[in-house]
């Protein structure tokens, strides 16, 4: 019976970790919003199951103080590209014998025309509708991308040969949201212990 609670435990981790994306977007009132959840489905009033797990995400280039909101953190910051990342949301967990673990980039804007974070998915051009996916600098090529809408209905894409990936026309109003994985394996450490299949997650939002 133990056994069986352990697996449970650890298939819920997983399912967690791969299902969720971390995101950010702009608030009401300006304010950089953080989130965690999954960004194609409606959000719970009070935020996801799971938000209690994001705690501290990193900024890049900023600092600023973190208040908790309702399902998000929010952060002070002036207008323009906002970056963050955390590789302690979700303890690592058993997968294919292995353990595994999840780092999550978020980036809101596209006024910015290059690429900072490990993983990233950046506008070719400034404001542009064609965006680069990004691991060190290099392009992914063949690689999944999807783009959720203000409705919230979702659009697989991928990459081509060079990295790239084209949007469609964007006829709604709203918060667009592009997200992107890659699967790596070898020997990493996250601050919750060593693993050795490492997901790393990266979305980038905009408002068209």
């Not at 409606?42 to 900024?59: C, E, H, N, T």
């Not at 709203?174 to 994985?181: D, E, F, V």
């Amino acid at each position: 019976m133990k056994k069986l609670l352990i697996a449970a435990l650890a298939l819920g981790t997983a399912s967690l970790a791969q299902a969720h994306e971390v995101w950010i977007e702009r608030g009401a009132n300006g304010a950089a919003q953080i989130w965690l959840g999954e960004p194609e489905l409606p959000i719970p009033a009070g935020g996801d199951p799971a938000f209690p797990s994001l705690k501290a995400p990193k900024l890049v280039g900023a600092t600023a103080a973190q208040t908790r909101g309702a399902g998000y953190i929010e952060v002070a910051l002036p207008p323009g590209d906002v970056r963050a990342w955390d590789d302690d949301v979700f303890k690592p967990w058993d997968e294919d014998g292995k353990k595994a673990g999840v780092i999550y980039y978020a980036r809101s804007g596209r006024s910015e025309a290059k690429a900072v974070m490990p993983l990233e998915l950046a506008p070719v051009a400034a404001n542009g509708d064609r965006f680069v996916l990004t691991r060190d600098g290099r392009p992914v090529a063949d690689s999944e991308v999807s783009l959720v809408s203000p409705g919230r209905w979702q659009l697989a894409l991928k990459t081509d040969a060079s990295g790239q990936v084209a949007l469609p026309a964007l006829h709604e109003k709203g918060r667009y949201i592009l997200k992107a994985s890659v699967k790596e394996e070898g020997d990493f450490t996250l601050p919750a212990g060593k693993v050795a299949i490492l997901h790393r997650t990266t979305t980038t939002s905009f408002v068209n």
